[in-house]
């Protein structure tokens, strides 16, 4: 039973290209969740996802940043016109959908991407 | 929203000790509680739980206590071992996102 699967596990961008990081879901999880981790500091909660909808997106930042989780494939996590600052670790978790609507509490994290901005 | 401190930041104990880790939470809507190690480059690994008509939890070395009406929650960790070396995060739910806190760098010196 695979784990939550990040690919690609490093990545390194210049300043001003786009950064694409994908997530899939442990099998019959449908809640996706993004974290960002900035260098020896806690995770930041940035989204929250369904398929195909976008539940709570307070995290995430106004600009150059958005996150899908289509139908069929992976979420996506996408960064515009990167700049050093989002130089830090994104973390992909998910949870279980219970069947009120809601999600599961527990969340199981992917081995994450670091994203490097030169 | 939801706001979690941490202490301490940095932990050490010798081997065999116990170690105790605190987090304090400001939002009452909160009622899930997870603890998460996080070793060097790793992903973070949820370790133990608690929700909040518990007020105590225990797996082996570990236990995680909630008091609920001082809005704070500890993780103990007893007869310590070198591999328990990791940082540690609390973190508080009230249903969708966790919040975590900053963590603390736990060394087991042996």
């Known amino acids: 039973n695979a784990g939550v699967m990040q690919n690609p596990r490093h990545l390194v961008r210049r300043r001003g290209q786009e950064a694409r990081l994908r997530c899939s879901p442990m099998k019959g999880h449908s809640h996706v969740y993004w974290y960002r981790q900035l260098p020896e500091e806690g995770l930041k909660f940035m989204v929250y996802?369904?398929?195909?909808?976008?539940?709570?997106e307070s995290g995430m930042p106004k600009e150059r940043f958005s996150a899908e989780f289509p139908k069929e494939g992976p979420s996506i996590l996408r960064i515009q016109q990167v700049v050093r600052g989002d130089s830090a670790a994104y973390f992909c978790a998910s949870s279980l959908h219970l069947p009120q609507g809601r999600a599961y509490n527990e969340q199981f994290f992917g081995p994450g991407t670091r994203l490097t901005v030169l | 929203g939801e706001n979690v401190e941490q202490h301490p930041s940095t932990l050490s104990v010798q081997e065999g000790d116990s170690a105790v880790i605190k987090c304090t939470y400001s939002d009452s809507a909160s009622n899930y509680f997870p603890w998460y190690k996080q070793e060097l480059g790793k992903r973070p690994q949820l370790i133990i739980d608690?929700?909040?008509?518990?007020g105590e939890k225990k797996d082996q070395r570990i236990a995680v206590t909630l008091n609920k009406t001082a809005k704070h929650f500890s993780l103990h960790i007893t007869e310590t071992q070198p591999e328990d070396s990791a940082v540690y995060f609390c973190?508080?739910?009230?249903?969708?996102?966790?919040?975590f806190g900053a963590g603390t760098i736990l060394r087991v010196k042996s």
């Open positions: 973190a508080a739910s009230s249903g969708n996102k966790l919040v």
């Open positions: 996802l369904q398929k195909e909808n976008i539940i709570d």
């Open positions: 608690i929700r909040s008509n518990v």
